[in-house]
């Protein structure tokens, strides 16, 4: 037998490689999220998101000593933890080597509806203004008050058309906290027959087949982008075997987007009501509500109403679970938002299967936006004819349309489905604004395309402006005039979508920002845009990719004229 010794002179290591924990940080932890060992589900991996945003809350940023710490505390490895932190944009992650940031952040919107209100000399004023030690100046994607832009968050708290004074005046009062929200509570919703679908629905007095016959017949399509009929996705997720999950897709971060915030300020229980009836008509075992996280005021409204709710005995403690995101547009895409509950990045997943068979956590899932299912007690109240027949140029159903842009009156608009920019701006908007002439528009928000003035009487509505390479998407409409800078919004599209890519794909992480590069040169290539644009269209994972060139390519097609007026070279 041989036997094997050590080599006196081999070195061991003495401990684990990596940084060492630190007991503090764990000791803290476990303060403020609760002691693992008495609630072992406090390491659930669907968590981390969650318990990330309290560190944060806690201490105005995630260091990274915190960050090993939560690792331990889960039981996750840190690569997962840090790719989490990094990827989203509201967590600010700082290294051992790095300065916290200053305890006040002032975060300027810079989506196009504040950009043509002033938002960068807004920036650069803020800057020049604030000693950056005690308060930092940081550009913002789309904060959904687009109606009132310029926007700035000052902490926890979004001024509208913000100016400098009004921003010091905040920071100087310490006013940095989320504006309050008067909303009717459970007892004024019930008294005006609130939540009577829901007992009927769970009594047997409406049935799911009556129920899904009035949808089809109302025509009512999701309205978060898609326009897939509603009825259709429950018979989907119903064809799945349980359990399932219903979730709901309040992550509207579509520039130009607010409808949603909208009617859940003013009527969070009808949107909580047609909600739970969607869970129930698919027997889902809990409603995950998913709310992005420019919408701190109304994540406090939608707390109190599921707790008015769980106190009245109408819903089981626990059966609604609220969740924040935590800024990035790609969670508007389902299964991104799926794989964000799942306290993961948010990286869209290759399909088949999809999310109607399996979703979150594996199971059949219905996803619906927040408008879709606040329409549904409406409809069953007063008839799917009520919602059918308001339509206008042969179209059907209402349309909630967030205006912004060169209007006198921007803010939702509840209009028939199919009526055009042009009677929308005369009939609902109070004309253009002073001074301006209408010179083009965005129908769907910055993924859906930029259509001319000469095109301002085609019907809005899904499937009317797929001829024009354009789609209405969530019905954000921008409206630029004659004053209007067209590359310096091409710019600003593009930087957007560059920004907002999860990273996943070549064509959509590369070529958003090869296109924003091109558009940025003194002339534009239109033969090399062109090709870009078809190859991001076409090889792309999701819509993210296949719609950023959409603006680019209406720009080529029918501004030509106008951007050579504003001395823009077009070769080819």
Known sequence: MTVQTVNPNRRLRGKPRGRELDLGEFDALRRLLGDEREQPTLRRRDLLIEHLHAIQDARGH??????????????????????????YAHFDVVHDDQTAPPAVTVRVCDSLSCQLTGAAALKAELEAGFDPAEVRVVRAPCMGRCETAPVVEVGHRHLGHATSPAVEAAIDAGDL???????????????????????ACRAGRVTVETLMAELEAANLRGLGGAGFPTFKKWYFVRQEAGPRYCVINADEGEPGTFKDRYYLEREPHRFLEGALVSAWAVEAEALYVYLRDEYPGLRRVLAEAIAELEAAGL???????????AGAYICGEESALIESLEGKPGKPRHRPPFVAQKGLFDRPTLVNNVETVYWI????????????????????????????GRVKRPGVHLAPAGITLNELIEEYCGGMAEGHRLAGYLPGGASGGILPASKADIPLDFDTL??????????ALIVLSDQDDLRGVATNLLAFFADESCGQCTPCRVGSEKMLTLLERDAWDAGALERLAQVMMDASICGLGQAAPNPVLGLLKDFRGELAAQNLIIKG
Not at 178 to 183: A, F, H, Q, R, S
Not at 466 to 475: D, P
């Open 466 to 475: 797929q001829a024009e390479g354009c789609f209405i998407g969530s019905a």
């Open 315 to 325: 819903i089981e403690p626990g059966y609604v679970v609220l969740r924040r995101g």
């Open 177 to 199: 906290h989320p504006e309050p929200i008067d909303w009717p509570r459970l007892d004024a919703y019930r008294a005006a027959g609130g939540y009577a679908l829901l007992e």
């Open 62 to 87: 995630l260091p990274l000593a915190a960050l090993r710490a939560l690792a331990a505390y889960m039981s996750l490895p840190m690569a997962a933890v840090y790719e989490t932190a990094t990827f």
């Open 377 to 404: 007690p409406g409809i069953h109240e007063h008839g799917a004819a009520w919602f059918a027949d308001q339509g206008r140029h042969g179209r059907s159903g209402l349309r909630s349309f967030s205006v912004s």
